[in-house]
């Protein structure tokens, strides 16, 4: 079975100081892993993947996520946050051997920057 | 490119009332599709998922049904609307071409069950 958890339900960070939001996984195979960000009343869009390859993965905005999987994380994170950051991130995994199923995610991170 | 769309954005419908939201894909063929419910701004739950006309994959067991009676087309309906049908509905696509590929999110409808 596919999972994820996001530990955070919420994460708060000031005005131009770096960010992480957690996020572990637990797959059979190897993962394909996912960050998405949600917008109020909006659907949700797509940030990066680790497919393989590289462990950073860069993305929109900034964002990049660094797959570990000894310790099966995929951890997003942004050098300098904005307050235009402030949203609700999702993680998400999919088993390379699972066939055409959809995505697993997370409970989702709220993120606040503060000014 | 390839959009998703659907409607309405928002409704507002009484306990007992039906219920249709409607969501097509534009620019590609055959994807796949999927409805999620989002309750209170939070996580996400699969409701249903297509791999082609007139397969329906559920995985939930709740008052509500989907059909995809057209390639790019998938709808959720309901005969009879409880008040925990209040939520973020979400519509989503993803090409059959690699596992590797990321789910497109539609805009949503935001339904009020009064």
């Known amino acids: 079975a596919q999972s994820v958890a996001q530990p955070e339900d919420q994460v708060n960070v000031a005005e131009g100081n770096p960010l992480t939001v957690k996020c572990t996984y637990s797959?059979?195979?190897?993962?394909?892993l996912f960050w998405y960000v949600q917008y109020p009343n909006r659907g949700l869009q797509f940030l990066l993947k680790y497919i393989t390859g590289d462990n950073l993965v860069k993305g929109s905005y900034g964002f990049e996520a660094e797959f570990n999987k000894s310790q099966t994380s995929f951890h997003l994170k942004k050098p300098s946050a904005l307050v235009s950051d402030s949203a609700l991130y999702f993680c998400?995994?999919?088993?390379?051997?699972?066939?055409?199923?959809?995505?697993?995610f997370g409970k989702g991170t709220r993120l606040s920057v503060i000014a | 490119s390839q959009t998703i769309h659907q409607w309405p954005a928002t409704l507002v419908q009484p306990v007992g009332s039906p219920l249709s939201l409607e969501c097509t894909v534009e620019g590609t063929s055959n994807p796949n599709l999927y409805w999620y419910r989002q309750a209170a701004g939070r996580g996400l739950q699969l409701l249903f998922y297509?791999?082609?006309?007139?397969?329906i994959s559920s995985e939930v067991p709740q008052n509500l049904s989907a059909s995809r009676p057209q390639d790019r087309q998938f709808i959720l309906s309901s005969k009879k609307l409880l008040l925990s049908d209040s939520g973020f509905y979400l519509c989503?696509?993803?090409?059959?071409?690699?596992?590797?590929?990321?789910?497109?999110f539609g805009p949503g409808t935001r339904l009020t069950v009064t």
């Open positions: 297509s791999v082609g006309i007139g397969q």
């Open positions: 998400a995994v999919r088993d390379a051997n699972s066939g055409n199923t959809p995505l697993v």
């Open positions: 989503a696509w993803s090409p059959k071409t690699s596992r590797a590929y990321e789910q497109y």
């Open positions: 797959v059979s195979g190897n993962p394909y």
